[in-house]
């Protein structure tokens, strides 16, 4: 089992910036791909982006240009570096890992971060 812990989220205006973290502890050594979603009320969650265990990125085209992902494998850590905010990123944002586990792929979530852009 992976447990992970969201944190950096908080209020900021519009065009600011945001860097969120993620801590991973457990079966670390498992994880494959790690990634961030979202969700705003009334609407389902969201990939955001996600991040391979070499590196390999991929973003929602609605974040490219704006968010940056990356992790660091010898620390357990991954992080979203948001930019240019937009009212419409507000959500809570998870961290998730993939990960291996008794011959199966399994997920793990954490708790969420709120991020809400107002002015």
């Known amino acids: 089992q992976v447990q992970l812990v969201e944190s950096g989220g908080g209020l900021v205006q519009p065009g600011g910036s945001l860097r969120l973290s993620c801590a991973a502890s457990g079966s670390t050594f498992s994880i494959n791909a790690m990634a961030w979603h979202r969700q705003a009320p009334g609407k389902v969650r969201e990939l955001v982006a996600i991040i391979n265990s070499i590196g390999v990125t991929k973003y929602a085209d609605s974040v490219k240009g704006r968010f940056t992902i990356s992790r660091d494998n010898t620390k357990n850590t991954m992080h979203l570096q948001m930019n240019s905010l937009k009212p419409e990123d507000t959500a809570v944002y998870y961290c998730?890992?993939?990960?291996?586990?008794?011959?199966?792929?399994?997920?793990?979530w954490g708790q969420g971060t709120q991020v809400t852009v107002s002015s």
């Open positions: 998730n890992a993939d990960y291996i586990e008794g011959g199966s792929m399994r997920r793990d």
